[in-house]
């Protein structure tokens, strides 16, 4: 039985078991944002659904006036935060284990995980409420600190271990920031496998942090744990501190090419070959292409200026058969570009470099 609700055709995703990786060639020619049936999927178990009707989202907690407990939880309804002001926001959510295959593939450094090449990655338009302003209405106290989110998926059971919902804190200060509670993806209600009836988007930050069928939201005053940042998602392994370094928060840029994996591409004629990246840090400035591997870049032009991610292209004339490396590289819009090495560490996050892309010449 599918665990993941849409359809999967081969030509537009890459299966890992519970997960879907969107295939980058699928997005040649297509507009700024990633089309629901090309999103990618990342399901901790499977794809639960929910009748809207009885949902609730319930907030409780002692960063909350009066502090209610899980029982007397403060309630939303669908229908109540369709009727609350909404927003929308362009923006990408992005796997932690972004290119997790390219520590082996480049750096010979395979690290345990969901093998995603670089399609753990979508920009969507998401339209929802500001999760300040459910908390507000839910009297949020000013000495709150953490915002702890939970799905309404299955418990997740890692390695006969059982870990309940998938979970993670947010520090009340992001929570406030730029946090949606989104109720509809690229004009329609949130599809099954994206979270309805509602999730969190977190611009910028790694993707568990924007939990999916959203059930309850704890508010505390202290920070609140779970083990989607005290025992996964930090930096571990040699050079980071031993049991991991902080939680992660912030993704990395990066740049695809909406190219397939060895592709092939004709001898003699211009192509255009065109791709796209993204920072958490604003729009990115620049991006450099190479055709040799990396040894030359030249500057790509760039199509969107300020939005969830930027479209480019570059005109190359192959002049000879066999196989070539691309490779692409943002400048953010701190003026950093992306490294030629990616920091390992023990579970394959966060991966950095700019990426090798082999095509084949013919
Ligand atoms: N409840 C819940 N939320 C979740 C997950 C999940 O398995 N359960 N997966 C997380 C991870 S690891 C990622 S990368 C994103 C993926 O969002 P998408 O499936 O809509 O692309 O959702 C996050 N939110
Ligand atoms: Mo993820």
Redesign the pocket.
Known sequence: MGRIVKALPPDRFAVHGT?AEMRWDAMRGAGLLVPNDR???????RTPLIDARTWRLRLFGDGLRGAPTRARAVEFGYADLLAMPSRTLDAV??????GRALFASQQDTPMPGIPWGLG?I?AARWRGVPLAAVLERAGLRADAVDVLA????PD?VLDGENLG???RPLPVGKALDDVLIAYEMNGVPLPP???FPA??VVPGW?????????GEIEVARRPLPSPWTTRMYRMSGPGHPPGGGPALTEQVAKSAFELAWDERVPLGRPVVLTGRSWSPRGPVHGVEVSVDGGASWRPARLRDGDTAWSRWSLEWCPDRTGPVVLAARAVDATGARQPVRSEPNDDGYLFAAAVHHRVQVT
Do not use: M
């Open positions: 997960n999103f990618f999927v990342r399901d901790h178990t959510i992005e796997c932690a284990g972004n753990g979508g939970s799905g309404l998926d997740f919902r998938v979970r496998d994206h979270g999730r969190l790694v993707g568990i942090a924007s939990i999916k069928w959203l």
